[in-house]
């Protein structure tokens, strides 16, 4: 749903809207930022999440001052950002990065129902390790009394993505400097094993 | 500088305040995401930085929205985050993520002075890219006068650290699940130079 503050004043070719967009690059970054007020103090946790169709959850400590204090509702807005690359152009003024962000205006509905809690924290875990979740003993009722989740709602969020090589200005293109994209990426590396459990056989899901 | 609104309420033990460990994770991560308020409502923009000594510097385009709605002053909170990686405990509940963050409460300064402002420039192009800076042609009077570099003070930062593998329950020490850390890493990849321009050779600071 395109809304006044979730339309870009600038580049606006770079923003979408469409769900698929939205949730692809939700679904693939790990980590989200949260912000919202506190005495007129803007705070900014960042913090895992996972989505499950148009809502993203968040979880923590029911002891967390963060979620305290955004768990009675109030605005929030989510950021995520993914970096795929370094624009290097032949002018400083035309470096650029590729990237694909999403910025989310939202406010926490605290989850009480139990079963849609324990499959928020399912997909929370799963996000950031696929088949996790599945491959661990069951939460326990103190476990679960201990933690908070909030879903957000994704009605009013936009997408900003940037691809491509440099945009640089035409009297520039005869410089030698060498011009085009560093791509970046975030890689898992070897799991390392609890010391002393070397043995344990890593599981299918963290084989690379 | 230690003030009530850095003090974590939980995990205090995580908590950082020298400008080593600070500064260190700055000059690490390419990307931070500066929260302002406008009209009530928490905004977050992720945007590229740099650092030098006490204060980091973002930069704009003087007509962005964003900018000219810091550019005045009032309260922001910066935060940043390198994730080193996440931690598979033996139940759900104790997973966690070996990260490092900082988050900066401060306002901003318009940095008026045309040498700051080209320093900061300079700084933020090569926190991306070393040695990027000295490799391009200067950059104009007519650009800086389209960009906005904005300065904001380090005095009120704190970073937060977790380290090391999972603390898990004693009950669950016996449990055969697999329990480690699985490190992540931002790498960048073999650069891609801009077409037709391949035989412009690879500068040696992008070489890997």
């Not at 967009?21 to 930022?33: G, N, V």
């Not at 002891?63 to 989510?78: A, D, K, L, W, Y």
Request: net charge negative; hydrophobic share 40%.
């Amino acid at each position: 749903m395109e809304t006044t503050r979730i339309t870009p004043s600038r580049l606006a070719k770079r923003a979408h809207y469409d769900a698929e967009t939205i949730h692809s690059i939700l679904d693939e970054a790990l980590f989200c930022t949260v912000s919202y007020v506190a005495d007129r103090q803007p705070m900014a946790i960042p913090t895992a999440f996972a989505r499950k169709e148009g809502q993203l959850y968040i979880h923590g400590s029911v002891g967390s001052h963060f979620i305290r204090q955004i768990e009675q509702g109030g605005p929030v807005c989510i950021s995520v950002m993914l970096c795929d690359g370094l624009v290097l152009a032949k002018s400083a003024f035309h470096h650029s990065v590729n990237y694909r962000s999403v910025v989310i205006f939202s406010e926490a509905r605290k989850v009480a129902d139990e079963a849609e809690k324990m499959d928020a924290l399912a997909l929370i875990t799963d996000h950031l390790v696929p088949d996790r979740w599945a491959d661990l003993r069951p939460t326990t009722e103190s476990e679960l009394r201990k933690t908070t989740v909030l879903a957000f709602s994704l009605a009013e969020a936009s997408a900003k993505v940037r691809t491509g090589g440099p945009n640089d200005d035409p009297e520039d293109a005869s410089l030698p400097t060498w011009s085009g994209v560093v791509p970046m990426q975030t890689v898992r590396l070897t799991p390392i094993p609890r010391e002393g459990e070397e043995d344990i056989p890593l599981p299918a899901y963290l084989v690379q």
